[in-house]
């Protein structure tokens, strides 16, 4: 499973990098998209070109990442985050496009989009065949209290053994102590005549 990760992050890693790298050397198509896009849901983009070279420059930083297999389940969450806003400035005219061959074009590209955002939450949750974090919060606390109900037990068996103990070496304290007495008075009472 490890040389299939190997070989598949940085296939999935592939379109984002290349794609971004293309965005930054050429942002003015998308960044007339972008602006008409932020327009007609009433966000108003300032420098438009700013905003695509940022988005490429997330998505070629956290595809190098995933391809490296560096932070691979962080990278591929930030670049599903940035594929929403590439996927709605680009492929979102489907619906505008007069010529069918043009629709099918774009239906087929948002296809493809969502099925890398599908790949990338699956590499998102991939643990490595480890399990996950909630899991191992989950067991973690099960064998602590799984300790804590021992300690306890063994505690409260080495109370009641010392208990046991102190009582025993007390009665036995007091038990020789009767015994000195009666002996210290026996002792008395031999030498003291009688009256």
Same mark, same amino acid.
């Given at each position: 499973m490890a040389v299939l990760r190997r070989i598949a992050r940085p296939l999935l890693a592939a379109p984002f990098i290349t794609e971004a790298g293309h965005a930054l050397r050429s942002p003015r198509p998308l960044a007339a998209v972008t602006a008409s896009r932020a327009r007609q849901i009433g966000i108003t983009a300032d420098d438009p070109e700013r905003l695509v070279r940022i988005n490429a420059a997330v998505q070629i930083a956290a595809g190098g990442a995933l391809a490296l297999g560096r932070f691979p389940r962080t990278a591929s969450l930030v670049l599903a985050a940035s594929l929403v806003p590439?996927? #709605? +400035?680009?492929? +979102?005219?489907?619906?505008?496009?007069? $010529?069918?061959?043009?629709?099918? $074009?774009? !239906?087929?590209h948002l296809a493809r989009r969502v099925g890398l955002f &599908?790949?990338?939450? #699956?590499?998102? +949750? $991939?643990?490595? &065949?480890?399990?996950?974090?909630?899991y191992r919060a989950r067991a973690a606390g099960h064998t602590g209290r799984k300790k804590a109900r021992g300690a306890t037990a063994r505690a409260g068996g080495h109370l009641h053994s010392a208990i046991e103990t102190v009582g025993a070496s007390t009665s $036995?304290? #007091?038990? &020789?102590? &009767? !015994?000195a007495v009666n002996s210290a008075a026996g002792s008395a009472r031999a030498i003291l005549p009688d009256r």
């Open positions: 590439t996927t #709605l +400035a680009e492929h +979102a005219r489907w619906k505008e496009e007069e $010529d069918p061959e043009l629709r099918k $074009d774009q !239906r087929f &599908g790949a990338l939450l #699956l590499a998102a +949750a $991939d643990t490595h &065949g480890k399990p996950s974090a909630a $036995d304290a #007091l038990s &020789g102590a &009767g !015994r």
